[in-house]
Nanobody, 126 residues
């Protein structure tokens, strides 16, 4: 069965960095997009970034452009989210998910994703 396991969250000071990992099993990553989403207390779930399984194209929400980088290692069936210059407003539970958005411009919409991990907490605070 499809399984996604996130890791790498934690507490970091503003300006610091974290790298999240999403280990996938039960499917072939080549044919699916993997997205990272986050949800802060009292806020709606937000698409952060996604990477295509077919051509590796990526998309980011405006607020993380230039700070976050998504990448994948198909041999390890793992997707990464490198987060630099972290801000307190990045604090949230981060989830990875697998799906097939119709195009990458739609890939930050959570309705295209069918399977989700359990989430990992990221806290940015001094």
């Amino acid at each position: 069965q499809v399984q996604l396991v996130e890791s790498g969250g934690g507490l970091v000071q503003p300006g610091g960095s974290l790298r999240l990992s999403c280990a996938a099993s039960g499917f072939t990553m080549d044919y699916y997009a993997i997205g990272w989403f986050r949800q802060a207390p009292g806020k709606e779930r937000e698409g952060v970034s996604s990477i295509s399984g077919t051509d590796g194209s990526t998309v980011y929400v405006e607020s993380v452009k230039g700070r976050f980088t998504i990448s994948r290692d198909n041999a390890k069936n793992t997707v990464y989210l490198q987060m630099n210059s972290l801000k307190p407003e990045d604090t949230a539970v981060y989830y990875c998910a697998v799906g097939r958005p119709p195009r990458m411009t739609s890939a930050l919409g959570y309705r295209w994703y069918n399977y989700w991990g359990q989430g990992t907490q990221v806290t940015v605070s001094s």
